[in-house]
RNA sequence: CGGGGCGUAGCUCAGCUUGGUAGAGCACCUGUUUUGGGAACAGGAAGUCGCAUGUUCAAAUCAUGUCGCCCCGACCA
């Protein structure tokens, strides 16, 4: 295809909202690919446009090829669904809530199992029928708490998901891997350095689950890999290997007399550190505080865990570990006025209550120096001891591993591998559901042997817009002067760059344009009545891969420039040898 | 949800403290000269100063409210 510049809607910009921060979204903006409309919503403009529809080609490709079948499912959903499978709640805040004329409370959907339930529900006779995956490439709603980043974390996005259902649990794990494998050619061909983490399910539910990330320092996600290379997990999801204990710790000996300390507007574990330095001229460290969480179940069970200063409370693992299905930290108002001085709590406060369940970290069950929260706004206590203090008191304490892992923390592999820590950008997740949907929307089918039973499901999704961001935000994707495209994902394949578009120069490239065009390549023609330093700046900024220029200079000596924007070709080539240049760069047959 | 900040031309921002003619750069339009890495000159068009109410002879400017946007925020930095 063959796209005059002057014929399409391309603005670039020098300047950027002040708004953008990362690579990624500031590109994007000033070359064009996206214009804001409000909050986490964008519009694409064509060159945006033009790089999902060849990210979305290349799922589709690939989801085919993986025996999925493309389907579009509805964006408007009945709530009344979401009520029954109990993801209403789950979802809480971030479900896009809209209200119909009749009053009626209906969802934008940030995802369709309920949907793909219905609509498989509706056919599904027996054993026959599977296993079947649907696909869909859509738009998505998430009320996003903080939309940022851009295209990264947007209130309204492109997602492709796929939908799984068997009647075992071979079938299930056979799709899976497929479709884990289709996953890794569409990141692939898209360009995108990736890795795969284990990762935690989320509201989605369900059991084994992976991460496509691409690694960066934008990334929103922690992730930890083992030094040995065996290993690499979300943080939500990253155990640790057995950290060594003595079960006897718990019951150590006190390292002084329990003494109230007056810590005043010091709710922070910092700000006690920090106090204690100042006001005492004690060098009190993180490690030797505790640090204690007030959470609550979804039935209003108070549940607290406690980690060491330095550490960070796993809500995943603490929700395990308590046997909760749902549980949160808790809304403070409600916790200060069940009696919890938020910001200065202490283990000591479940002594005399029998409406909190305690679990300890195993790092913090130990004996130690220790200082915590005295249970009373405006003071910390030291020397706090867990026999004497709360063990002592008929308080049952629950040990168990309820941090994140950080880096530095043995590898659950156990093979002496240390955890190491990188951000990355979550581009896509598959899981195996099992029957979590398809038991609470009661979808059977029938076995060889007349048996009903329900589904096991698994579901895979693609955050789309996420690949092209990401694929600028890496390193390779972008430089000073603009954004460096993957050439699988480019707007355009090449780019003609004509001096001035007159005469002989305009000739030419309307030739080599139709010579390409003719393969069937993309091409872009600048035939803008431009300076040529305008033209190079912009060229640079949008990032074609090929860039063609002509002009009366070279044409004298019969030939054109033909130069990469990734660096690697910048060559003089005769003129009718630049078809062949470009087909060979390219690596197609001429 | 809490705290902070910002809403003035398509974009970046000044003006607001101390109320009195609406400003600059980039972009845009016309013309001339230019033309291989964001040209120069001349002229021009473009803003109900987010919205509402109030104070005042007079409000972009002060007050109150409201909407939008951004950043930060949970014993997390």
Same mark, same amino acid.
């Given at each position: 295809m063959l796209t005059h510049w002057s014929r399409t809607l391309i603005r670039t910009a020098r300047h950027v909202p002040a708004e953008a921060e990362v690579p990624s979204h500031q590109l994007m903006l000033r070359a064009g690919l996206i214009r804001k409309l409000g909050s986490g919503v964008y519009s694409y403009l064509p060159l945006g446009l033009r790089s999902l529809q060849k990210v979305s080609a290349i799922i589709r490709d690939e989801m085919n090829k993986a025996g999925a079948i493309e389907i579009l499912m509805p964006t408007l959903q009945p709530m009344e669904l979401w009520e029954k499978t109990g993801r209403r709640e789950a979802y809480g805040d971030n479900l896009f809530v809209v209200k119909d004329r009749h009053g009626r409370t209906q969802a934008l959907g940030p995802t369709h199992e309920e949907i793909v339930c219905d609509l498989v529900g509706g056919y599904l006779e027996s054993y026959r029928d599977l296993p079947v995956t649907l696909y869909q490439i859509q738009t998505k709603f998430r009320d996003e708490y903080r939309p940022r980043f851009g295209v990264l974390r947007s209130r309204e996005f492109q997602m492709k998901d796929a939908y799984s259902f068997h009647m075992d649990l071979d079938s299930l794990t056979e799709t899976y891997d497929r479709q884990y494998q289709a996953y890794?050619? *569409?990141?692939?061909?898209?360009?995108?350095?990736?890795?795969?983490?284990?990762?935690?399910?989320?509201?989605?539910?369900?059991?084994?689950?992976?991460e496509f990330m691409v690694p960066s320092p934008t990334g929103e996600d922690l992730i930890l890999k083992s030094d040995k290379g065996n290993y690499a997990a979300n943080v939500e999801k990253c155990e640790i290997a057995p950290r060594p204990r003595n079960p006897e710790d718990i019951n150590a000996d006190p390292t002084g007399k329990l003494e109230k300390v007056h810590t005043p507007d010091c709710p922070g574990i910092e700000d006690v550190c920090k106090f204690f330095k100042k006001n005492? !001229?004690?060098?009190?460290?993180?490690?030797?505080?505790?640090?204690?969480?007030?959470?609550?179940?979804?039935?209003?069970q108070w549940v607290i865990?406690?980690?060491?200063?330095?550490?960070?409370? /796993?809500?995943?693992?603490?929700?395990?570990?308590? !046997? /909760?299905?749902?549980?949160?930290?808790?809304?403070?108002?409600?916790?200060?006025?069940?009696?919890?001085?938020?910001?200065?709590?202490?283990?000591?406060?479940?002594?005399?209550?029998?409406?909190?369940?305690? =679990?300890?970290?195993?790092?913090?069950?130990?004996?130690?120096?220790?200082?915590?929260?005295?249970?009373?706004?405006?003071?910390?206590?030291?020397?706090?001891?867990?026999?004497?203090?709360?063990?002592?008191?008929?308080?049952?304490?629950?040990?168990?591993? *309820?941090? /994140?892992?950080?880096? !530095?923390d043995l590898s659950p592999q156990n093979d002496g591998g240390i955890l190491e820590e990188t951000k990355g950008i979550e581009i896509g997740h598959v899981f195996k559901l099992g029957d979590k949907y398809t038991k609470s929307l009661n979808i059977e089918a029938l076995t060889k042997d007349n048996q009903r039973v329900n589904p096991l499901m698994g579901?895979?999704?693609?955050?789309?817009?996420? =690949? =092209?961001?990401?694929?600028?935000?890496?390193?390779?994707?972008?430089?000073?002067?603009?954004?460096?495209?993957?050439?699988? =994902?480019?707007?355009?394949?090449?780019?003609?760059?004509? *001096?001035?578009?007159t005469g002989r120069v305009a000739e030419v490239c309307d030739q080599i344009a139709a010579d390409l065009d003719a393969l069937g390549i993309d091409i872009l023609l600048d035939d803008r009545d431009e300076r040529p330093g305008v033209k190079f700046k912009d060229a640079d900024l949008i990032g074609i891969p090929w860039r063609i220029t002509v002009g009366d200079k070279g044409l004298e000596q019969g030939h054109v420039e033909l130069k990469a924007r990734d660096g690697s070709i910048d060559d003089k080539v005769a003129l009718d040898q630049i078809v062949t240049a470009i087909t060979s760069a390219i690596g197609l047959r001429a």
């Open positions: 890794c050619n *569409i990141f692939k061909r898209c360009g995108l350095p990736f890795e795969i983490v284990e990762a935690e399910a989320g509201p989605i539910g369900g059991s084994a689950s992976h005492l !001229g004690s060098k009190l460290k993180t490690a030797n505080m505790l640090k204690t969480l007030v959470c609550q179940s979804d039935d209003g865990g406690i980690v060491r200063g330095n550490h960070d409370l /796993n809500e995943g693992k603490l929700r395990n570990a308590s !046997g /909760n299905t749902q549980l949160a930290l808790a809304d403070e108002t409600e916790a200060r006025k069940a009696g919890f001085a938020i910001g200065f709590v202490g283990p000591q406060v479940a002594v005399g209550r029998d409406d909190v369940q305690l =679990i300890v970290d195993a790092d913090a069950a130990v004996g130690n120096f220790w200082v915590t929260g005295s249970n009373e706004v405006d003071h910390h206590v030291k020397h706090f001891n867990w026999k004497r203090d709360v063990l002592d008191h008929d308080v049952k304490v629950q040990v168990a591993d *309820i941090r /994140n892992a950080m880096a !530095g579901c895979y999704g693609i955050g789309v817009n996420r =690949i =092209i961001a990401s694929a600028i935000e890496q390193e390779s994707g972008h430089d000073e002067q603009g954004i460096i495209w993957p050439k699988a =994902i480019a707007p355009y394949t090449i780019l003609i760059t004509p *001096i001035k578009y």
